[in-house]
């Protein structure tokens, strides 16, 4: 991959970020945190995983 592509990865994972954190924040605020911890739970993980691979691509962009 060439620097554009990487960053292009790594900007629409910064969109499923920030999207997942909205939605995170409505979940919490609504209450359904608790009344619907499994999709919750879900949600949290579609966030840490995208974080996590952000981090990656990042930190592979900056090998080149």
């Given at each position: 991959m060439n620097e554009a592509e990487y960053q292009q990865v790594i900007d629409e994972l910064d969109r499923v970020i920030?999207?997942?954190?909205?939605?995170?924040?409505?979940?919490?605020?609504?209450?359904?945190?608790?009344?619907?911890?499994?999709?919750?739970?879900?949600?949290?993980?579609?966030?840490?995983?995208?974080?996590?691979?952000q981090r990656s691509y990042t930190w592979k962009m900056l090998d080149l």
């Amino acid at each position: 991959m060439n620097e554009a592509e990487y960053q292009q990865v790594i900007d629409e994972l910064d969109r499923v970020i920030r999207d997942a954190r909205d939605t995170m924040d409505r979940f919490e605020a609504a209450g359904m945190d608790e009344k619907m911890a499994d999709d919750y739970a879900k949600l949290h993980e579609i966030y840490t995983k995208a974080v996590s691979e952000q981090r990656s691509y990042t930190w592979k962009m900056l090998d080149l």
